[in-house]
T-cell receptor, first 113, second 113 residues
């Protein structure tokens, strides 16, 4: 197993466009998390899944953001009508069970022009 | 609301020195506390995880301690090396679901030759 994979690594888009990111967790991990990180800050929690169920969402996750994890495997994070304030590194992580170590992917760097 | 603070924000030490990074959190009702390393433009690598019932964890040259009553954790790095240069982040997980990590803003460490 090669760890958590995220695709794409970089995404440049124009304001108002929709973007979708993909995350493939470590295969035996049942929990999957999305975080957002801006320069000089720590990551901020967005949402998490246990298997295919989305169990918690941060208030940071506005109506323009939607995440899915069909069949409890990979996950997608979609941002509709992107704004310049959405520019950030989007990080995916996975873990096994309650309170386990989080394993992070390399992130997707989003730039909204 | 949990708040995590890391001091100092940046630290430069000569190779071979021992050093301590500090982390404080406002809500002592945590499930666990994790320390991560982040290299520029990359994702996070988990270093140590301390359960709320534990006092410390060790891995190689790294030792992390936890004092819930005072809301503090420290990361001790022995015999620092240039390869240790990175940003170190601590994160406290919420009780119950242990689903959400609240991160500090990190300490940027530079180990010089």
């Amino acid at each position: 197993d090669t760890g958590v994979s995220q695709d794409p690594r970089h995404k440049i888009t124009k304001r108002g466009q929709n973007v979708t990111f993909r995350c493939d967790p470590i295969s035996e991990h049942n929990r999957l998390y999305w975080y957002r990180q801006t320069l000089g800050q720590g990551p901020e929690f967005l949402t998490y899944f246990q298997n295919e169920a989305q169990l918690e969402k941060s208030r940071l996750l506005s109506d323009r953001f939607s995440a899915e994890r069909p069949k409890g495997s990979f996950s997608t994070l979609e941002i509709q009508r992107t704004e310049q304030g959405d520019s950030a590194m989007y990080l995916c992580a996975s873990s096994f069970g309650t309170g386990g170590k989080l394993f992070f992917g390399s992130g997707t760097q989003l730039s909204v022009l | 609301k949990q708040e995590v603070t890391q001091i100092p924000a940046a630290l430069s030490v000569p190779e071979g020195e021992n050093l301590v990074l500090n982390c404080s959190f406002t809500d002592s009702a945590i499930y666990n506390l994790q320390w991560f390393r982040q290299d520029p433009g990359k994702g996070l690598t988990s270093l140590l995880l301390i359960q709320s019932s534990q006092r410390e964890q060790t891995s190689g040259r790294l030792n992390a301690s936890l004092d819930k009553s005072s809301g503090r954790s420290t990361l001790y790095i022995a015999a620092s090396q240039p390869g240790d240069s990175a940003t170190y982040l601590c994160a406290a997980s919420d009780t119950g679901t242990a689903s959400k990590l609240t991160f500090g803003t990190g300490t940027r460490l530079q180990v010089t030759l």
